[in-house]
Every structure is written in C-alpha cells, then in structure tokens.
C-alpha cells in the first residue's frame, strides 16, 4: 500500500509537469495564431514594395543591356543611361531603408516561427514568407528536411554547403535543398544574407551532429544505465525516510506520559497525553509526504536531465521552483530601502513613546507637578496620545508598505474604516463620555457614589463603561454614555478633608423638652464611633406636626464607603441614650391618655418599683344623689 501511495505521487507530480507543458502548449497556439495575422499584414504591406522591386530590377536589366550595346561615340545617351541607373541604385536604396524601418516596427509585437533541433531546442526563427510558403509553412518544411539529414551516416560537418541563385542564398546537401534565405531574411536579422546563411548552415551541422552523437549505442546505453541508478537511488531513498518516520513515529508513541503529558491551562486540560500524541502523529506523517514529494520532485529533473529528449523539462521543473525564490529574493531587495525606512520609523515612535511613558509615571508618582494637571489624568491621556502617536505613525508607514498602492489595498482600507465608523457608533459614544467623565473628576477609583438610583463604591472605569459594587456586593456596569446623561452624587470627593454629613430624624412628643431631645441626640452622636467629635455634632428640628416635633441630628464622618454601619450604629446609640433618659419615641403615634397603660421604655431601662399606673376615674357627687 504504501509503494502504490509513492508511485501515485511520483505520477501526480509528472502529470502536474506534463500539464504545465500542455498550458504552455495552448499558449504558444494562440501566440501563433496572433503572429500569423501579424505577419499576413507584414507580406500585405511589403508586397507592392517587392511588386516595385522586381519591375525595377527588369529595368535595370534593360539599361544595363542598352548601355553594353551603345557605341563608344555615343556619349549623350551612354550619359542618360548611366544618369537612370544612378537613380534606380538610389531608389533601391531607399526602398531597402523603408523595409528595414517597417520591419523594424514589427519586431516588437511579432513572434517568429520556430525551427527546431532535435531535442526541442530552437535553431533559429522565421518571419518572412518565401513565394506561396508563409514562415510557418517555411518552418514546418525545414523541420521535414533536417529530421531527414540524420539519415545519412557519412553526413559530417562539410556536408551542406551554399549556393548563390539570383536573389537568394540556398543551404543544400547534395542535390537537396535544405532552406533558402532571401532579402528579408536578412533583414530581420540586421545581417547580410552571406554572414546569416553560413550562421544557419553552421547551426543545422552541429544539430545533426550532435543528434548522431547523442543517439549512437553507446551513449545510450549509459545513459539508460544512469536513469535506472537514478530511479534507484530515488527508491532507496524514499524507502529510507518512510522508515526514519515509521521510527519518528514509534518514538512519539512511547512518551506517553512521559516527556508528553498534556496540555494544560491551568486548571483545564486542553489535550491529555493520547490527543497529543494523535496530533503529533498526524503532524509526522503530513511531514514524511512533504519530504517524499520534495525528494521526487527534486530528483525528476536529474532524471529528466539524463536524457536530450526530456532536457528540456528538467530546466522547465527547476524552473517552477527557482524563479518563485527568484522573484522573492529579488522583491526582498527591492523592498529593502522601504523595510529599512520603515523599522527606523517604527524605532523613532518607539522611543518617542518611552519618553512620554516615563512622564506619564512621573506625573503619576507625584514627582512631575504641572498646575492644573492632576496625577489620575497621566494614565488616560499617556493612552489618548499613544493612539494619537500610533495613528500618525501608520500614516507615515501607509507609504512603504508592501502593496499600498494597490487597489485592493485601497479597498480593504476603506471597508475597513467603513465597518468602523458603522459599526462602533455606540461605542464611540461611551469612549468620548468616559474621556469627558476622566477630566471631569467627578470621582475615581474606590469613591462612595449614587449614579441615578446606583449606590456603592466605583470598582472600575474603562473607556466603556463604569463598575459600580453596591453595598448587597452586586456589580452593576454602566455605560458611560448614562452615567454622563444621569446625575452624580459623590459621597467620598470631600470626605477627608471637610467630612461628610450624615443625617437622621426622630420624632418626640412636645411634653419632652426640646433642650433635653437636642442633648439627647448629640451625645448619641458623640457615643457612635466613627463620628468626629470636630466639629461637633447639631441638632435642627425640622418640623412641629400634630403629634410630634421632628429632630434631626447632623454629624461628620470621614468613612463615607461605611455610611450603612454608621448609621446603623447611630441608631442604636439613640434608641439607648432616649431610653436611658426616660424619653419616648413618639413614631409610631401613641395616644396622650397614659392612665392604665405602661411606658413604652424597655424594662431593663425602668425603676425597679415601677409599676404601670391605674386608670384615674373621677366621680362627682350632685345634691340629688
């Protein structure tokens, strides 16, 4: 089974070959399908040009002919014969210069036609037509005539030779022409027919012989002998490393719970030792298939370069690997200057951005005082001008990135900044009430505050939203955009210095007097701990109901954050200090008529003697009773 995988790769990666060579088969079809109508309109033009050629050519044959046969006392008119050869000469001259600077514009849009060795190799390209032969005509006859020379086995390097006709050069062997260059010929190659026929005929030879040299016996057999050393080595070779991995892979199964024991965070196991061991698997035999085909495919174009038939593939492979990391490499060094450029961009914001950190810490540490400025401002506005910094310093980058000019560059950007702008509205919103809410100063960290109908202590401020813990330890998060759209009450800001005041009512009756109720209710205040005894307690009497009189006692504490065990404290201490001074807490309403009923004060608070008081009845004798 897994010789049958290594053959189907071997015959995945030939076939991929072979179909490369298939697309650049199609493309040269249609590139000569583009340069035959090309050069159909390149022989259209130049043909009236040869019409006019040929008809001068009969003409100057004619006036050389007349002139031979003047006499020699007739100089006028062996003067006006000379005169139209003169012009003649000039005139094809001329249309020489015309058809080199038309030949010369086609040169770089038109694509010749190939002649080939016999090893694919080109020998040389065709253009022109010759009579009806259009150049691929030209090309295909020339492939016939030179696949026929390996026929010969006396054919030697003397074998072809050139023979001069009235306009044209023929390459023959024997009684066979081989080729014939014309005019046009030579022109597309800026040479004169002499130096390109003897080019072409010293082309053709080595082709031949080389093809005979290539094909004898010998060579053959070597070179056969090499191929199968070859396909050999790449057997020994892929069977070894199959083997290095089946022992890879033995390896990794035996740490099990050894070297191999897990993944984990924390504590959440994120692979136990099989998973891992599982994927490790996986991972080494993906690994062994890599190196295989890489081996192969490295290994095809020795194969391939044995052989004069198949040379040519083995560039082709090479090719499919060297110009990808050519065309890497050499954007790398174009790239550079930009590389360059931008790290010493980035080194600079760097370092900028140290210098305003270690300000930011100094001004937080209280070692860099600016008037105005206060020490929980450094931190938000050190992040404010960090994005500000690294904004500025992408719009720096933007120009020497890799691709920035290019469309869809441009157009991630602008999706980009479009999802943004969309879909961060609501966000952006609570980002700009958090900045307002920071230098604002309406509290920091730890403060006791009431945010709408939120009370407790501020455990958090993010650029979103504000964390409040109540004072049951439930945590309310609210947006900033709210805390900005609702009203603050901040118990803590002024604790320290000017104290908070905290405030109770009670509710006495009016045959208590009020001078002892004041008392009363500051000495309570007094008894409770964390009330500062300066500055002193008071007492305002708030209002004279029906029942009642309305006393309110006003103290100042500087632990704002335990405001509920103060008050509670506070309350107890007035329960005890009225009730050990005898003084009635009028709420709820309790009637004036005492007569029978027992006082509302505690017991333990009571004489000893007391007793509840009999009902005062009053009778009133009248003269008739």
Request: proline share 3%; hydrophobic share 45%.
């Amino acid at each position: 089974m897994e010789r049958l995988k290594i053959g189907l790769a071997i015959l995945a990666i030939a076939f991929s070959a072979s179909f490369g060579f298939s697309q650049e088969d199609t493309t040269s079809v249609k590139a000569d399908s583009l340069n035959i109508v090309l050069l159909e309109n390149y022989n259209k033009r130049l043909a009236e040009i040869e019409r006019q050629r040929v008809a001068d050519s009969i003409k100057k044959s004619e006036l050389e002919a007349e002139l031979s046969a003047l006499k020699t006392t007739d100089n006028l008119k062996k003067e006006e014969l000379q005169a139209q050869l003169i012009a003649l000469n000039e005139k094809e001259i001329r249309r020489l210069e015309d058809k080199k600077i038309k030949i010369d514009s086609l040169k770089k849009v038109t694509k010749g036609f190939p002649v080939f060795g016999f090893f694919n190799d080109t020998l040389f390209v065709l253009y022109s037509k010759l009579g009806s032969f259009s150049p691929k005509d030209r090309a295909e006859a020339i492939n016939r005539r030179i696949d026929k020379l390996t026929d010969n086995l006396n054919f030697d390097e003397t074998s072809l030779e050139i023979q001069k006709s009235e306009n044209e050069l023929d390459i023959v062997f024997g009684d066979q022409t081989i080729m014939t260059l014309i005019e046009n010929d030579a022109l597309w190659n800026d040479t004169t027919k002499e130096a390109l026929a003897k080019e072409y005929k010293d082309k053709i030879s080595a082709a031949v012989l080389k093809y005979k040299d290539e094909t004898n016996f010998f060579n053959l057999a070597k070179k056969i002998g090499l191929a199968i050393l070859v396909l050999l080595i790449i057997a020994a070779l892929v069977k070894y490393i199959s083997k290095f991995f089946a022992w890879t892979a033995i390896k990794i199964e035996l740490q099990e719970d050894k070297r191999i024991k897990g993944v984990q965070i924390k504590n959440y196991t994120l692979f136990d030792a099989k998973r891992q061991i599982n994927a490790l698997l996986i991972l080494n035999r993906i690994l062994k298939w890599i190196v295989i085909i890489t081996a192969i495919y490295i290994a095809l174009p020795i194969l391939f370069g044995i052989f004069p038939w198949t040379e040519h593939f083995a560039g082709t492979l090479i090719g499919y690997i060297l110009n990808p990391v050519k065309g890497i490499l050499t954007s790398f060094w174009n790239y550079l200057p930009n590389l360059i450029t931008i790290i010493v961009i980035v080194l600079v914001f760097r370092y900028i951005q140290r210098g305003i950190r270690f300000l930011k810490d100094e001004i937080a540490r209280g070692n860099l005082q600016i008037n105005g400025f206060y020490p929980d401002w450094a931190e938000p506005t050190y992040q404010i001008v960090r994005i500000l910094l690294i904004a500025f310093m992408f719009v720096v980058l933007f120009p020497y990135l890799p691709g920035s000019d290019s469309p869809v560059f441009q157009g991630v950007s602008v999706f980009l900044g479009f999802l943004f702008t969309f879909g961060s509205a609501g966000s952006l919103s609570n980002i700009i009430a958090g900045l307002i809410l920071t230098y604002m100063r309406l509290f920091t960290i730890g403060d006791r505050v009431k945010i709408g109908d939120v009370s407790g202590d501020v455990i958090e401020k993010s650029v979103l939203v504000t964390r409040i813990r109540t004072p049951f330890n439930e945590i309310i998060s609210i947006p900033n955009s709210t805390v900005m759209n609702s009203h603050t009450i901040n118990y803590s800001s002024d604790a320290q210095e000017k104290g908070l005041i905290i405030h109770s009512t009670v509710t006495i009756g009016y045959d208590v007097p009020w001078q002892d109720v004041h008392t009363a209710l500051i000495d309570a205040a007094l008894r409770t701990e964390l009330v500062l005894k300066e500055p002193s307690p008071f007492v305002f009497q708030t209002s004279l109901d029906d029942f009642y009189v309305a006393y309110e006692i006003h103290a100042h504490v500087r632990e704002a954050n335990r405001q509920g065990l103060i008050y509670s404290v506070l309350h107890q201490n007035i329960q005890d200090v009225f009730n050990e001074r005898g003084i009635e807490i009028m709420s709820p309403h309790y009637r004036a008529a005492r007569d029978g009923n027992e006082t509302t004060i505690p017991s333990s608070y009571r004489p000893k003697d007391y007793k509840a008081p009999s009902f005062n009845v009053k009778t009133k004798k009248t003269d008739g009773a």
